[in-house]
């Protein structure tokens, strides 16, 4: 059974720099693709940034190209999230998850999610 991990958020001031850590277990990273998401209050879910098996292809929603960028370390089983230059709209819990399709990973279309990660981003 695949578990996952979150972890980095913190409160922090606009303009300033976080970056995310997702750790997983059970399963070989480098066969599955995985992502970020990330849901404020009074909001649906939505995809943040993907990444595909072999780290090759990546994809951000519009609102965070360019600010924030996804990467892998296979041989750790870790995807993170560095997210610079944020904003106060950025204020949301950020959650991982991983999927051998890629295209599942970017609709999102899982059944089960972690504990997801805090981000405030706030003066």
């Known amino acids: 059974q695949v578990q996952l991990v979150e972890s980095g958020g913190a409160l922090v001031q606009p303009g300033g720099s976080l970056r995310l850590s997702c750790t997983a277990s059970?399963?070989?990273?480098?066969?599955?693709?995985m992502g970020w998401y990330r849901q404020a209050p009074g909001k649906q879910r939505e995809l943040v940034a993907a990444?595909?098996?072999?780290?090759?292809?990546?994809r951000y929603a519009d609102s965070v190209a360019g600010r924030f960028t996804i990467s892998r370390d296979i041989g750790k089983n870790t995807v993170y999230l560095q997210m610079d230059s944020l904003k106060v709209e950025d204020t949301a819990v950020y959650y991982c998850?991983?999927?051998?399709?890629?295209?599942?990973?970017?609709?999102?279309?899982?059944?089960?999610w972690g504990q997801g990660t805090q981000v405030t981003v706030s003066s």
């Open positions: 998850n991983t999927s051998p399709y890629y295209s599942t990973v970017v609709t999102g279309a899982f059944d089960s």
């Open positions: 059970g399963l070989i990273s480098g066969v599955f693709a």
């Open positions: 990444i595909s098996t072999g780290g090759v292809t990546t």
